[in-house]
């Protein structure tokens, strides 16, 4: 893969991300409603190597919507050098999970770049500030839109939320990615269950097959409370696992990077 860029120019560079970072997850809505708050840590490895890492935390707001905040930091190598990518963000849904607001601010460099998003009045608007100029995109709000950024892997949960188990198969979401300010048609189908391997035991998994539509597929995994397991990129080289499955998990390194060796793969019943 090659680097999303350096800390000058990062909403530049992270388009290089656009075919290749990305996350999903599954189950319905009332699951989760009963948990007022949750956190989560993921690694994330390229060419079998750990390049990063991802924490969310969530929590429902004292206006009954729900709130994801979330920190990352991914390092990527070009064979030349190694460089640094790290983000915050924050997203608001409703109880039903449609999407209220969306930030992403870049924490890596001092450009500041970011970009914000709202649903107002019937449409989404993003707002993106590069360099310190800001221009603004707006488009009618599609039914059973979604977000589902790059590089942001556990917002799977929440468009997972979406699918409805008891019909399963193929199902379509009009996915909003405030990078391009366009929607791309996001396609998630339930395969057969199975389980994954892990120092401490099995956990039994929910396995679906997810596609960017006419640009990549994805293979996913998520535990029977629609959590995020793992997601796998396999044209990209890429993976993400929750942190707990991966034996004496630590930091990305800036040294050369650790293997992935140690999780099992999903293995069908």
């Known amino acids: 893969m090659r680097p999303a860029g350096g800390t000058g120019t990062p909403i530049l560079a992270r388009a290089a991300l656009l075919t290749a970072l990305l996350p999903c997850r599954a189950l319905s809505p009332t699951s989760f409603a009963a948990q007022p708050s949750y956190t989560q840590s993921y690694l994330v490895f390229i060419k079998g190597a750990q390049a990063g890492n991802e924490t969310v935390t969530e929590q429902w707001d004292p206006q009954g919507n729900f709130v994801s905040t979330s920190e990352s930091e991914i390092f990527l190598d070009d064979g030349l050098e190694r460089k640094r990518m790290a983000f915050v963000t924050r997203l608001v849904l409703t109880k039903a999970y449609a999407p209220v607001s969306y930030s992403y601010r870049y924490t890596s460099g001092s450009s500041g770049d970011r970009y914000e998003v709202t649903v107002k009045d019937g449409r989404i608007i993003r707002v993106l500030t590069r360099n310190g100029r800001a221009s603004e995109a707006s488009l009618p709000l599609e039914p059973g839109v979604v977000i589902l ?9 929440y468009v997972m939320r979406r699918y409805d188990l008891k019909k399963g198969g193929r199902q379509s979401f009009p996915n909003f990615i405030p990078l391009i300010a366009s929607e791309l048609p996001l396609a998630i189908t339930r395969l057969q269950d199975s389980q994954i391997e892990h120092a401490r ?21 998520t535990d029977r409370d629609g ?3 793992r997601l796998a990129v396999r044209e990209q080289d890429l993976e993400v696992v929750r942190k707990d499955l991966i034996p004496e ?3 990305p390194p800036r040294e050369p990077a650790r293997p992935a060796q140690d999780l099992a793969r999903p293995r069908s019943k």
Not at 149 to 157: E, R
């Open 249 to 251: 998990a630590a930091a």
């Open 149 to 157: 950024d790059f590089s942001v892997y556990h917002q799977f949960d």
């Open 227 to 229: 959590r995020l397991v």
């Open 201 to 221: 035991g099995v956990l039994p998994v929910r396995t679906f097959r997810v596609e960017f539509v006419g640009v990549w597929s994805a293979s996913l995994a």
